[in-house]
């Protein structure tokens, strides 16, 4: 049986906009999904079997995923997958902060898809992605951070 948790931090701080927007489409909403999860209450999940994690436009599946909401980290062991914007990672192990939108794949194999296709293999890619940017800034520098 699989199970579905989502941690909802914005619901509780914002009740206004709690009740007007469904938990699943509110901004920062984290979203968990596996065949076992476990946990401490909001603070540590641990999702074993074809686990999910999804905040804003990531999502991060795996056979291991754990996550700790207060710093917002996740790690993942055992054919991890990272999704954002068109672009994907797979590899054996990530890291990665769902507050920070950063993080390392081992060993990934990739694809970027942008204005053109990129695929790849790598020992290990870093992942940034700065907000401080103007958006035509912020194309060029998000490439980089990703081709690392």
């Known amino acids: 049986m699989r199970y579905r ?14 009740q007007s927007v469904p938990p699943a489409q509110a901004q920062g909403a984290t979203t968990i999904d596996a065949e076992t999860i476990e946990g401490v209450g909001d603070l540590e999940v641990t999702a074993r079997g074809s ?7 990531v999502t991060i599946f795996g056979d291991l995923l754990r996550y700790n909401a207060e710093f917002g980290r996740v790690q993942g062991d055992g054919g991890v997958r990272l999704q954002r914007d068109g672009d994907r990672f797979y590899g054996p192990r990530l890291q990665f902060n769902t507050l920070e ?6 060993s990934p194999k990739y694809l970027i898809q942008r204005e053109g296709t990129a695929r790849g293999e790598a020992e290990r ?3 940034h992605r700065p907000r401080a940017l103007p958006a035509e800034e912020r194309h060029v520098h998000h490439l980089r951070g ?3």
């Open 101 to 106: 939108d950063s993080g390392t794949v081992e």
């Open 5 to 18: 948790v989502a941690l909802l931090a914005l619901y509780f701080s914002v009740p206004a906009l709690a």
């Open 125 to 127: 890619i870093e992942i």
């Open 51 to 57: 686990a999910e994690i999804r905040r804003d436009e």
């Open 146 to 148: 990703w081709a690392r």
